[in-house]
């Protein structure tokens, strides 16, 4: 029995896409569903430390009071709180998150 997928189904969505990108539509499906998980868990970690980044002192002490009171916060809460404390977050995470799969598509292709 597949263990449930911890990953947001956005970075999951762009996840798969990159596995495209680069190439690895051929793997067998569970060895696409192992990829998938493995770089989406690095890029949720990287969204949070890039959100983490473009706060402000103080917008950052208020999301620690905030998940210190909810620790099992959603990503889509979180993703909320981003959107409304950091100007074009969403831009800034494209642009972010392309340079990092465009990284780790060189480096594949260089093994």
């Known amino acids: 029995m597949a263990e449930k997928s911890i990953l947001d189904p956005q970075v999951a969505e762009i996840t798969t896409g990159f596995l495209r990108k680069a190439g690895f539509s051929d793997l067998s499906e569970e060895m696409q569903a192992e990829y998938v998980e493995k770089?989406?868990?690095?890029?949720?970690?990287?969204?949070?430390?890039?959100?983490?980044?473009?706060?402000?002192?103080?917008d950052r002490d208020e999301l620690e009071k905030i998940m210190a009171k909810n620790p099992k916060m959603s990503d889509a809460v979180l993703n909320k709180y981003f959107k409304e404390h950091i100007k074009n977050f969403e831009e800034v995470l494209a642009e972010e998150l392309k340079v990092f799969l465009d990284e780790y598509i060189k480096m594949l292709k260089s093994l």
């Open 39 to 58: 770089i989406g868990l690095e890029i949720q970690r990287r969204i949070g430390i890039i959100s983490l980044e473009k706060l402000s002192t103080q």
